[in-house]
């Protein structure tokens, strides 16, 4: 089963925009990371926040996570053509090794 | 260097003729992940393997059976596939502190 929704599930900006995607879930959980994934490809790593941390930052990424509202957000600022990916967030539920996925943004971001 | 490797990229197979995907990993990693994912939607995990201990999940259909021989190896067996299983399957590692999954490039089935 799926762990929660994403919205929006497509976003569609202008080369330097600001992109923010969000995701909620479930359970609670130990960390919640979000990937990305080029169309036809597998996902890749982008961040992870763990359930004691509110905020984390990498490069153009900014990550917020909010456990009382099972909510989590990723920023991307200044935002390039090759962001354009879909973004899925995943949790770790228990201590069960299952990761699981969330629905996903379609982001496009236009030259 | 491919860390995650999955073959073959495509696959096409009949109506209930069954079908191995292969997934290889050079990463030592002790979780093995496999996943399906259909046009635009999110991967839903099927099952995943600690070490040898597999954990399947409780609506993975008893069609979608796995194997991991050893760590680097594991497979994906559709004992007999039908339409609707036509997706693409994500391979995908990690260690024990579940901090980053490690994805292969996927392969993508095709049901006839």
């Known amino acids: 089963s799926q762990q929660g929704e994403e919205d929006p599930q497509a976003l569609s900006i202008q080369e330097g925009e600001n992109a923010t995607m969000n995701c909620s879930y479930k359970t609670s959980i130990n960390n919640l990371q979000w990937y990305r994934q080029n169309s036809g490809r597998g996902l890749v790593h982008l961040i992870l926040?763990?359930?004691?941390?509110r905020e984390k930052h990498s490069g153009r990424l900014r990550v917020t996570l909010d456990t009382s509202k099972k909510s989590s957000s990723l920023l991307i600022t200044a935002s390039r053509a090759a962001d354009t990916a879909s973004y899925f967030c995943a949790t770790d539920a228990g201590n069960n090794n299952d990761m699981r996925f969330g629905a996903g943004t379609r982001l496009t971001v236009k030259p | 260097d491919a860390m995650v490797i999955q073959n073959p990229r495509y696959q096409v197979t009949q109506f209930g003729k069954p079908v191995t995907l292969s997934c290889s990993q050079t990463l030592n990693h002790n979780v093995m992940y496999w996943y399906q994912q259909k046009s635009s939607q999110a991967p839903k995990l099927l099952f995943h393997?600690?070490?040898?201990?597999?954990?399947n999940e409780a609506d993975t259909p008893d069609n979608f059976q796995s194997r991991r021989p050893n760590t680097s190896f594991c497979f994906l067996d559709i004992r007999s596939p039908g339409l609707g299983d036509a997706a693409m399957y994500l391979c995908a590692t990690g260690d024990f502190t579940n901090e980053k999954l490690f994805f292969g490039s996927g392969t993508q089935l095709s049901v006839l």
């Open positions: 926040i763990r359930s004691n941390e």
């Open positions: 393997y600690y070490d040898k201990d597999f954990n």
